[in-house]
């Protein structure tokens, strides 16, 4: 079984930053995709930032130029450090991977982790 752990959030002021740590562990193949995203109190969950196993990451329009998705293949960890936070920041942050199972290497699992909650104070 897969799972994802994510740590790192937390209560921050405003113009501050956070690094949020996403971490995979079981018995898998691979990991293609690698991603973050958001909820907020009310909306429905949204999509911030993705990378892939070559390191090409795709971020929503809205938060372009503060984050920054990163990985580390080997330890099968994704991180998304978050700069200038504002208060609109403020969500439960999710990671997500495609993973591949060793059983079935041309197919993958969509995973979720249990999400970290990020505060910003105004």
């Known amino acids: 079984q897969v799972q994802l752990v994510e740590s790192g959030g937390g209560l921050v002021q405003a113009g501050g930053s956070l690094r949020l740590s996403c971490a995979a562990s079981g018995y898998f193949f691979s990991i293609n995709v690698m991603g973050w995203y958001r909820q907020a109190p009310g909306k429905q969950r949204e999509l911030v930032a993705t990378i892939n196993s070559s390191g090409s990451t795709n971020y929503a329009e809205s938060v372009k130029g503060r984050l920054t998705i990163s990985r580390d293949n080997a330890e099968n960890t994704v991180y998304l450090q978050i700069n200038s936070l504002k208060p609109e920041d403020t969500a439960v942050y999710y990671c997500?991977?495609?993973?591949?199972?060793?059983?079935?290497?041309?197919?993958?699992?969509?995973?979720w982790g249990q999400g970290t909650l990020v505060t910003v104070s105004s």
């Open positions: 997500n991977a495609e993973v591949v199972p060793v059983a079935t290497p041309s197919r993958y699992l969509e995973v």
